[in-house]
Each structure stands twice: as structure tokens, then as C-alpha cells.
């Protein structure tokens, strides 16, 4: 198949991804984006907008519980999990199947498969991106500029594996068949506090485990304490100030912490990993490219050039704050100092 060219190739179809692509068709700018899944990328498809529907089942059901308050009977309250899960799955779905409506309508072309870089281009020069899919490399895409949009995925602590059974991360939490008897989740951050509310709700006997002295630690204090409280009302065991040692997987899953109480060990069915993410910089071609990296993320100035002219970078795989209206915006400007001259 003969090069295809465009003036932007994002590789990475996620908030930060296809807004540029939209941003870019608006301009004017024929734009391709490089993507193997659904369109949407982990936000709509596995994070924000999942999480958020089945946190929504857990209000409603939490409500119906407590009922009588208003005078309201509801006798043998019940609830079918795989469809709260499916319900989640829809929403998601949904919202992908808008994307690429818009792709359409803004005559933005999606390639199925894996970019890398095979060649950053010149100043003003058309680039390489190579797709792949399976492994094995399917065309090569010529592109005046290139943007990686690759965000990033659920890390773990050093030597433990995220194995999707019994140590488990956000994306296999949002699609258990049943609700876990107990669960262990390391790191009270945004993510470990969705979690907890909703398996909490539903019944499993929930143990969040904590570095930091307080839950949601980059949030105001006052909110962590108010939402400890709710949670340890509600029957969710909190460890703070506890650091991680130890985690074997058998049967069961046992944890050992340490904190200034002492040494503990937990065993639960599952245990949840979130204590944040790390990009996906991995067999993109940066390190044969040039495209300078620091501690796992991809560097970039505030027009979201990298060390290499041509080649930019936005949302997650640039680094925190790992916010989805971040990426976004991230990408309009990153297209709009393209189209205006202001981005190299």
C-alpha cells in the first residue's frame, strides 16, 4: 500500500487524541488518528464515564436501602450485578459510538492498529508513523506532524504483578462477574475511593490500605476526613500511613503493611491496585526518534513539543496531572499552535 500523508497523525484515540483530531479537521487540517481499541481511549472507555455509571447503580441502591426515611417501602431489595456491570458497559460503548460519529462528520480517518514512530521528519517535513496490528506492521503513514496521545495504565508497587485475578487493577475492577466477599485496595487515591463506595455498597467487606496519613491525600483536608468518616461509618476499614511490604497471591490474597502501629497481614479474595498510573511510552520508537523521557513519561513543553521537532505529546503519556479535560484542552492547543505557527 502506497503512503498515505496527512498534516497530523495522533497516535492515541483517547480525550486527549481524538479532541485534537477534531480540533485539527476544524482547522482545516486533514487528520488520521492511530488507534487499536474503541475509540475514547481508558477515560470513556474504562475510567471516568464507566466508573461513573456504576457509581450511580451504588447511589440509587444505597437510597432504596434507607427508603423508609421517606416514608417509602421496599420490601425484599435486591440486585442483579451482571447487569449493573452491563449498564456501565453500554454507557461506555454509547459514548464511544459518539466519537466516532464525530470522526465522521469531521472527515477524520481512523486507523485500527499500533503507531510507533519510524522517522520524526524535518522542520516542516512529513514524519513516519508505522501501524501494526497483531504484530506484524501493516502500512507506513506519512505526517507533517505527529502527536502521541498513548496515555497510560495502572501501575503497580515494585514486585508486585497486576495479574487480573486475584491482584487486580481499575479495569478489571469495573467488570467482575460477582461482587468479591473482600477485597484489599492499595492506595486511597480518587480511584481506590470509587471503588470502595461501590463494592462497599454491594456487600464486599472492603479494607483500603493508605501511604499517606489521610484518604484522597491531594485533596483538602477537610473533605479526606469527612469522607473517612462516611466510609468508616459505613463499614469500610481504613490503614493509613501504612507502607506495602509484601503481596502473595494463593487461594487468597494476603497483603502484609507496616505502620507506626505496627507490622499486619489481611488476606481478602481480591486486591485492588490504585496507587496511580504510568504512561504507555513503551515500543512507541522514542528512544530511535530522539524524544526525550523522564520518569516514565513522555517530555513536553506547554505546547506539548517534545525534544524533537514535529513530534508532540499530550494527556497521560506527557505526565500528571492525569485529568481527561487536561488532555483535552492539552490537545487544542497543541493543534491550534500547529495551525497558527506558534508550535514548530
Known amino acids: 500500500m502506497a503512503d498515505r500523508q496527512f498534516d497530523i497523525v495522533v497516535v492515541g484515540g483517547g ?24 475509540l475514547g481511549g481508558v477515560c470513556l472507555n474504562w475510567g471516568c464515564i464507566p466508573t461513573k455509571a456504576l457509581l450511580k447503580n451504588a447511589e440509587i441502591y444505597r437510597t432504596l436501602q434507607h427508603a423508609d426515611r421517606w416514608g417509602i417501602s421496599c420490601k425484599s431489595l435486591s440486585f442483579d450485578f451482571p447487569k449493573i456491570i452491563k449498564r456501565s458497559r453500554d454507557v461506555a460503548l454509547l459514548n464511544s459510538k459518539g466519537v466516532e460519529y464525530l470522526f465522521k462528520k469531521n472527515k477524520i480517518e481512523h ?20 501501524v501494526s496490528a497483531g504484530g506484524k506492521p501493516m502500512e507506513t503513514i506519512r505526517a507533517r506532524h505527529i502527536i502521541l496521545a498513548t496515555g497510560a495504565r495502572p501501575r503497580s508497587i515494585p514486585g508486585v504483578a497486576i ?55 491531594v485533596e483538602d483536608e477537610e473533605i479526606s476526613k469527612l469522607l473517612a468518616s462516611n466510609f468508616r461509618k459505613n463499614g469500610i476499614e481504613i490503614i493509613t500511613g501504612a507502607r506495602v511490604e509484601e503481596v502473595t497471591s494463593g487461594k487468597e490474597v494476603a497483603v502484609s503493611v507496616a505502620s507506626g502501629e505496627g507490622k499486619k497481614k489481611m488476606t481478602a479474595e481480591v486486591a485492588l491496585m490504585a496507587v496511580g498510573v504510568q504512561g504507555n511510552i513503551e515500543n512507541l520508537g522514542l528512544e530511535a526518534a530522539g524524544v526525550k523521557t523522564e520518569k516514565g513519561w513522555i517530555v513536553a513543553d506547554d505546547y506539548s513539543r517534545t525534544s524533537v521537532p514535529g513530534v508532540y505529546a499530550v494527556g497521560d503519556v506527557a505526565g500528571p496531572p492525569w485529568l481527561a479535560h487536561v488532555a483535552s484542552r492539552e490537545g487544542i492547543v497543541c493543534v491550534e499552535a500547529i495551525a497558527w505557527g506558534a508550535g514548530g
Request: no cysteine.
Open 163 to 217: 495479574d487480573g485475578k486475584k491482584v487486580i487493577g481499575s479495569t478489571e475492577a469495573m467488570s467482575l462477574p460477582r461482587p468479591p466477599a473482600s477485597m484489599i485496595i492499595i492506595g486511597a487515591g480518587a480511584i481506590g475511593a470509587e471503588f470502595a463506595y461501590f463494592y462497599n455498597t454491594f456487600g464486599t467487606k472492603v479494607t483500603m490500605v493508605e501511604m499517606m496519613p489521610g484518604i484522597l491525600p
Open 15 to 38: 480525550p486527549g487524541g481524538y479532541v485534537a483530531a477534531i480540533r485539527a479537521a476544524q482547522l482545516g487540517l486533514s487528520a488520521a488518528v492511530v488507534e487499536r481499541d474503541r
Open 111 to 130: 486507523i485500527h492498529g499500533s503507531g510507533k514512530l519510524a522517522g520524526p521528519g524535518t522542520p516542516g517535513g512529513p514524519g513516519m508513523v508505522e
